[in-house]
């Protein structure tokens, strides 16, 4: 059957074909662009999604998707179905679930969060093993994060659920977010290897540094600002990719560095904390998500407890200047 609107010729669809697990597999394959990866994800052979996407192709009389090399490309009614599609399945999803009411006790969901692997360790593992006891059943995947362009693009794709970035990455984009915590720098050195005295500024500038420079974009950051603010510099020796090979590699060594001090509180049994000597800017961060999940219960759930875990879990540290006057 054909209808026209404006002069094009429209295939009208049959919906008498179509069924919950076609729009599930259209939602995966939307989601990953890759076959093999959508079939993963919904449990499924990849013969047994390829069976269904063609029979999605018979029901909307389109491609749909146009392979690649390096998966599928979607069409422009792909696209188009895309967030129509999860409005819609989230809206059944939440039928289901109990008309809008969730229960964490019960519930068996799949939930994503992206974050650098900071945010991992130093806050949502310890957030996870709190979940465990009174969601039991809710498994939560948890990526790294490389790239928050990228990171935008998988929120409005659905791949994830919420994820972690500094704030000013989102200020005045599309996207929803509330600020849940605010890091400042603190020093950390091997253990006992500052002999117990507080740090001044001029052991602090002959010392040798190690810093993250994530993008390896060179060898300053937030520190060299302050530092250079009041006519001082620093020797910076390596600067690695992340915090967490950060701590590790000041545990082993006698360099210093300067790190968040969340993260540095879960490894204080492994490196001394001590007080910067010049004020060293912090940063903010947020959590995110996009408006398609936003009243979503077990996403909405999930961030409730992820806001209310990060505000009761300011560290509590001691540093070296605090044994001094203590």
Same mark, same amino acid.
């Given at each position: ?20 697990? =076609?729009?599930?597999? *259209? %939602?995966?394959? +939307?989601?990953?662009? $890759? @076959?093999?990866?959508?079939? &993963?994800?919904?449990?499924? /052979? ?78 949502? =593992?310890?957030?996870? *093993? %709190?979940?465990? +006891?009174?969601?039991? $059943? @809710?498994?939560?995947?948890? &990526?790294?994060?490389?790239? /928050? ?101 000041? /545990? ?75």
């Amino acid at each position: 059957m054909k209808s026209k609107d404006n002069g094009a010729v429209i295939h009208a669809m049959d919906d008498k074909k179509l069924d919950l697990n =076609l729009l599930l597999a *259209l %939602e995966a394959l +939307l989601a990953e662009l $890759n @076959v093999t990866r959508a079939a &993963r994800r919904l449990n499924l /052979s990849q013969p047994a999604l390829s069976a269904q996407l063609s029979r999605l192709r018979a029901v909307f009389a389109d491609e749909l998707f146009i392979p690649t090399s390096r998966g599928v490309l979607p069409t422009a009614m792909a696209s188009e179905l895309q967030t129509p599609l999860r409005h819609a399945l989230d809206q059944m999803r939440g039928i289901i679930s109990g008309a809008h009411i969730f229960d964490p006790a019960n519930a068996s969901i799949t939930l994503a969060i992206a974050s650098s692997d900071y945010m991992q360790v130093a806050v949502l =593992l310890p957030f996870l *093993l %709190e979940l465990y +006891l009174v969601a039991p $059943n @809710v498994r939560v995947m948890l &990526r790294l994060m490389h790239d /928050s362009q990228v990171v935008r693009a998988d929120l409005e794709r659905g791949v994830i659920d919420v994820a972690f970035l500094q704030s000013e990455d989102v200020e005045g984009s599309d996207l929803r977010y509330e600020d849940v915590l605010f890091e400042r720098y603190i020093g950390i050195a091997r253990k006992h290897s500052l002999s117990g005295l507080p740090m001044s500024l001029d052991r602090f500038v002959e010392a040798t540094h190690i810093i993250v420079s994530p993008r390896a974009d060179g060898f300053r950051g937030a520190t060299d600002d302050a530092l250079s603010a009041i006519g001082r510099s620093r020797r910076v020796a390596f600067a690695v990719s992340s915090f967490v090979s950060l701590i590790e590699a000041v /545990s082993r060594c006698e360099l210093i560095a300067m790190a968040p001090e969340r993260l540095a509180a879960r490894y204080s049994d492994r490196v001394d904390i001590f007080t910067p000597p010049v004020p060293v800017a912090g940063f903010r961060i947020a959590m995110v998500w996009h408006d398609s999940t936003h009243s979503h219960p077990a996403r909405l759930w999930l961030r409730s407890q992820l806001a209310a875990f990060c505000a009761r879990t300011a560290p509590t540290i001691r540093t070296i200047e605090d044994r001094v006057t203590s």
